[in-house]
């Protein structure tokens, strides 16, 4: 009953992992193939027409920023700076955003958050493809499974970190650019799958633990029932090899003394 349970803990874990997995490279590929739903994965659109250096639509991804349909993308750039939107120019953008960094495009503040959220998003990644390799043991091993779940508690501790910094500055985006009167939405599809692993990794991690939790009690009692019949079996079987000698030396004595009486009575007669 216990390995029952235990096997599919660990499968729909393993289930949940790849999903999100999934949803994971669905947000980090957009920009990189114009099909569904990389073409439609962004976290920002915005109308960037009236800035200088800038597209007529922006879409920022995870490498790029692309333009309407995350099509004429750049090239690709690991935590890519904000304002690296428009390069070279920035005249009405909105003041929040233009700073010292990102090549003079990007202020302090949205330079950090996106380099950070971006860090902490790719470990969770990684981080989550090393425990989906781990967890393929976990349907029949509860060593495995509690292995699993610790990493997977790890990749969601970054991933968290990852997406909810993002999150915050995206959203502080929007917010900034509708106040300057430029049109810009958030990005439901890259969004919705990026909160969408985070759900699917936390149920994973509680069902990992369920299942290294799954049987321990009764797999002891088994185990120490064993041990105790064990024990009994070579008791008794010890009671009885000693019954069986001291019957072999009682029919010994006493074949011993008949001859003895044998021989008393050939003697005297």
């Keep these: 009953m216990a390995g029952g349970m235990r096997g599919i803990m660990g499968t729909v874990s393993l289930i949940l992992i790849a999903g999100a997995l999934v949803l994971m490279f669905f947000v980090v590929l957009s920009g990189v193939k114009d099909s569904t739903p990389l073409n439609k994965t962004y976290f920002l659109r915005t109308d960037t027409s009236s800035i200088?250096?800038?597209?007529?639509?922006?879409?920022w991804t995870y490498f790029y920023v692309c333009g309407d349909g995350n099509t004429d993308c750049g090239s690709p750039v690991p935590d890519l700076p904000f304002g690296y939107?428009?390069?070279?120019?920035g005249s009405g953008a909105p003041s929040d955003f233009l700073g010292g960094h990102g090549k003079d495009t990007t202020s302090k503040y949205y330079f950090f958050l996106w380099r950070f959220g971006w860090v902490f998003y790719l470990m969770g990644l990684v981080s989550t493809v090393v425990a989906f390799f781990t967890a393929l043991l976990?349907?029949?091993s509860r060593l495995a499974s509690g292995f699993s779940g610790v990493v997977l508690m790890f990749a969601l501790f970054f991933y968290t970190m990852g997406v909810s910094l993002m999150t915050a500055e995206f959203v502080k985006a929007h917010d900034a650019f509708n106040r300057a009167g430029l049109t810009s939405k958030i990005g439901r599809y890259a969004f919705g799958f990026s909160w969408g692993a985070w759900a699917a990794i936390f149920l994973a991690t509680i069902f990992l633990f369920l299942g290294c939790g799954a049987g321990g009690r009764s797999d002891d009692k088994v185990r120490s029932?064993?041990?105790t019949n064990g024990a009994t079996g070579g008791g008794l079987g010890n009671v009885g090899f000693f019954r069986r000698q001291r019957s072999r030396r009682s029919a010994r004595g006493s074949f011993v003394d008949n001859e003895s009486q044998r021989r008393v009575k050939d003697e005297y007669a």
């Design 225 to 227: 029932s064993r041990r």
């Design 138 to 140: 976990a349907p029949c």
């Design 52 to 59: 200088t250096g800038a597209r007529p639509i922006s879409q």
């Design 85 to 89: 939107a428009w390069v070279g120019g």
